[in-house]
């Protein structure tokens, strides 16, 4: 009788369980249809805009942009304002938590600023429709993204809008052509779930070959070297070096070494702009914040963080001094 009832018990503590189960499922269930809906996908100014082919430099602003993840929260972003050349390559650093990957998010619109503006081109992005602005934006994520059961092809050309050479082309510029030549079909041959049939290395720098050969003018890497060796992120910085040389780049930054040659250097913090800069002019700064993050990267590190800088920085002024002299 004793071993009968404690069965009882066991099943009605089971059932219990299953029961809340059910209900937090239902819970999320009615969460999820109760979300707001995103902004329009197609905007009347869209039409105007592509006439002129925007973004034709790929300049972005930055105007005392503040941004929540929910109106209870304090500011993820709080009265942000910077410029960003045509041109420019910029990283974004900073300590975890400072606002790095929120300013990516709010460039896509997939968080909407509650005050200030994002201006590309001289254009506000929130009067654009989302189809209009995510398409012509590229983006390199932290973890690769490859799309199991279509082809290499596919993965890198969806809809099939470029020529095999082209394809060809932005497989050789990102070191990719040989592995994939060495591929059963090729560039027909199918990727596997969760492109296991890749290395993470060669994911990413599929994920380049797209953003590449899409041909936007702004080009975005959320922490995209974060995962991999540094020889990949060597190929991968030649590639962008070689074939994106006149488009905009921003880039958030995992380790300081990927962005120390950059243009630009933008330092968030408690998300605020810190410092905005040039790497030379930021690390002249005594006991300036990018100064201090590279102090803290060890002796040796440091060391070369500091040479590559200002070598940099003088390669830029030699080039500049001979164009005026010609």
Known sequence: MILYLAGIFQWCIRQSA????????????LAFGKLEPEAAWVQPDDTNVLQIGWPRS?????????????PSLPPALSNISFKIPAGARVGVVGRTGSGKSTVVQTLFRLLEAEEGSIRIDGHDISKLGLHTLRTRISVIPQIPTLFSGCSVRENLDLFHLHSDEEISNVLKACHLWEAIQDLPLGCDSPVAEGGSNFSVGQRQL??????????????????????????????????????????TILAVAHRLETVISYDFILVLGHG????????????????????????????TMSKSLRQSAFRL??????????????
């Open 18 to 29: 299953e029961v809340v189960n059910h209900m937090v499922s239902i819970e999320r269930v």
């Open 58 to 70: 790929g300049a972005i602003e930055y105007d005392n942009v503040l941004v929540r993840y929910r």
């Open 206 to 247: 599929l994920c380049l070959a797209r953003a590449l050969l899409a041909q936007n003018k702004i080009l975005v890497l959320d922490e995209a070297t974060a995962s991999v060796d540094r020889r990949t992120d060597e190929l991968l910085q030649q590639a962008l070096s070689e074939t994106f040389s006149d488009g």
């Open 272 to 299: 605020r702009v810190l410092e905005f800069g040039s790497p030379a002019e930021l690390l002249r700064r005594v006991g300036g914040f990018l100064a201090t993050m590279v102090s803290d990267t060890g002796e």
């Open 313 to 326: 920085e003088k390669e830029k002024l030699n080039r500049s001094a001979d164009i005026q002299e010609s």
